[in-house]
């Protein structure tokens, strides 16, 4: 049945596996579903079948839901939007996960702006950039 609502990508071969469309939900309670026990079972189950399950989560800042899965999750790692936002709210947001013992992995930075990263970093920046620039775009 879980084969059945897995998208399967041709072009990254990735496996998705979607949530139903809010107005599709019966109004149903968003913290209920991410602590239930069906849906351990179903993380569980898809760590059985994939190398790597990766739960994607609202801003911790926006809903609890980052807070209930993360005890679920082997590592957290909090993603953060490169010089858009605040420091404060990145702090926040860690002790908010560390708060309910989230295995916190480590930070990323998104959409980074690889011409204005360069003034803040040393020379080996460059020599890095230059060996990885296609994984960016600015």
Avoid: F
Avoid at 39 to 58: C, F, G, H, N, Q
Avoid at 63 to 70: F, G, L, T
């Amino acid at each position: 049945m879980i084969d059945e609502a897995v998208y399967k990508d041709a072009e990254t071969s990735l496996h998705i596996l979607t949530t139903v469309k809010k107005e599709h939900c019966n109004a149903a309670n968003a913290a209920d579903i991410l602590s239930s026990r069906k849906l351990a079972e179903l993380i569980k189950d898809l760590s059985e079948r994939y190398d790597l399950v990766i739960l994607d989560t609202p801003p911790t800042h926006v809903v609890a839901d980052a807070r209930i899965i993360s005890k679920q999750a082997d590592a957290v790692v909090y993603l953060v939007h490169w010089n858009e936002t605040p420091q404060g709210a990145v702090l926040e947001g860690l002790k908010e996960l560390r708060s309910v013992g989230a295995p916190i992995a480590g930070v990323a930075m998104t959409q980074v702006n690889t011409g204005k990263a360069a003034k803040y970093a040393s020379n080996g920046y460059y020599s890095y950039k230059e060996k990885y620039t296609s994984y960016y775009t600015n």
